[in-house]
């Protein structure tokens, strides 16, 4: 298995911060690497996909960079409504498995 | 505007089998992947497996002895079952589009709202 750890586990921030969140492989997965925020009793919502690629619709605050093993989250200036957990997910691997997600909570 | 509606018993006894299909509305099924996956209540997302719209499946080896996925073209339609379930089983389903993106997997642009299926006794 491929395992994804992100850091920090829990985040607080302001309004107006900027906040990066890091997710590392364990072994390369070249830029197989997508994100998502989930808020509270919702589905998760894809932001990025193939590291730094943003989904349609998503505000261009949120960025994402890498490859190999190290990927980044960015949010250049925190929203209200961008308090919410966020999880990265690999797809190299046939068997694809998900960070253990970095909550993002309100300073 | 592509939609996915998970369905099933949101309460099930150990032991049995966990039954769930996702309707998908406003796009074919074919021509993607279509995966499960669940959370268990305050924890992370576990990737239980995906199906081709040909019937082709992937799991993970953690379920995979328990788990079977399958597809119904005519319906719109994409199943699971979970035999043997027991309180770790106890997590939100959902079911999701997934548009492949290496040779291998892809990631997950569309949805289900999710279904909490508790095993208890």
């Known amino acids: 298995d491929i395992q994804m750890t992100q850091s920090p586990s829990s985040l607080s921030a302001s309004v107006g911060d900027r906040v990066t969140i890091t997710c590392r492989a364990s072994?390369?997965?070249?830029?197989?690497l997508n994100w998502y925020q989930q808020k509270p009793g919702k589905a998760p919502k894809l932001l990025i996909y193939?590291?730094?690629s943003l989904q349609s619709g998503v505000p261009s605050r949120f960025s994402g960079s890498g490859s190999g093993t190290d990927f980044t989250l960015t949010i250049s200036s925190l929203q209200p409504e961008d308090f919410a957990t966020y999880y990265c997910?690999?797809?190299?691997?046939?068997?694809?498995?998900f960070g253990q997600g970095t909550r993002l909570e309100i300073k | 505007q592509v939609q996915l509606q998970e369905s099933g018993p949101g309460l099930m006894k150990p032991s049995e089998t966990l039954s769930l299909t996702c309707t998908v509305s406003?796009?074919?099924?074919?021509?993607?992947?279509w995966s499960w996956i669940r959370q268990p209540p305050g924890k992370g997302l576990e990737w239980i497996g995906d199906?081709?719209?040909?019937?082709?499946?992937n799991y993970n080896p953690s379920l995979k002895s328990r788990v079977t996925i399958s597809v119904d073209t005519s319906k719109n339609q994409f199943s699971l079952k979970l035999s043997s379930v027991t309180a770790a089983d106890t997590a939100v389903y959902y079911c999701?589009?997934?548009?492949?993106?290496?040779?291998?997997?892809?990631?997950?642009?569309?949805w289900g709202q999710g279904t909490l299926v508790t095993v208890s006794s």
């Open positions: 999701a589009r997934e548009r492949a993106y290496s040779s291998s997997s892809g990631y997950f642009d569309h």
């Open positions: 406003g796009g074919s099924i074919s021509s993607y992947y």
């Open positions: 199906v081709y719209y040909s019937g082709s499946t």
């Open positions: 072994q390369s997965i070249i830029d197989y």
């Open positions: 193939g590291s730094s």
């Open positions: 997910q690999q797809s190299y691997s046939t068997l694809i498995t």
